[in-house]
């Protein structure tokens, strides 16, 4: 066993798990794996996300690429997302899906109700810029 001190009585408890406002935030790419789809005849890139600016800073979101499925289209579609991710960090023919974490990019999120619960949707990814999500909301994309 490691030692470890910390006491949880010192530090408040993370809370807020509801979907954040639609908008654009600046993140960087924090972990991405490559995962088998349920039904076994596909893959796709899990990627984690962490906002790094505003209000929101800290907040994680999620997004799921599909990179290899018997419909076409749906690989298009998550070719094409993958090739806005990799301009938008500048990394345009990475080897490993490493080269696009910790660089800051902007993505455009939305919300969407699952299982009667407002859930978050990455919308489009593009190059970061100085606008931050409270001030973007009105702001074209």
């Known amino acids: ?9 010192d530090h408040e408890e993370e809370s807020d798990f509801s979907a954040l406002p639609s908008g654009d935030y600046a ?17 796709y890139l899990a990627i984690e ?4 600016e505003g209000s929101h800073k ?3 979101l999620w997004d799921n690429i599909t990179i290899k499925h018997p419909n076409d289209t749906a690989v298009k579609i998550g070719n094409s997302r993958l090739a806005s991710i990799c301009r938008a ?3 345009i023919q990475p080897k490993d899906t490493i080269e696009l974490h910790d660089i800051p990019l902007t993505v455009k999120v939305g919300q969407e109700e699952y299982q009667g619960e407002m859930k ?3 919308k489009a990814y593009k190059a ?8 973007s909301e009105d ?3």
């Open 139 to 141: 702001a074209p994309f």
């Open 49 to 52: 996300m962490q906002v790094i």
């Open 120 to 122: 978050n949707r990455i």
């Open 89 to 91: 960090v500048n990394v």
């Open 128 to 135: 970061k810029s100085a606008v931050k999500a409270e001030e």
């Open 1 to 9: 066993m490691t030692a470890f001190n910390f006491n949880a009585n």
């Open 27 to 43: 993140v960087v790419i924090t972990s991405s794996d490559i995962k088998e789809n349920k039904k076994g005849n596909g893959e």
């Open 58 to 60: 800290g907040r994680r």
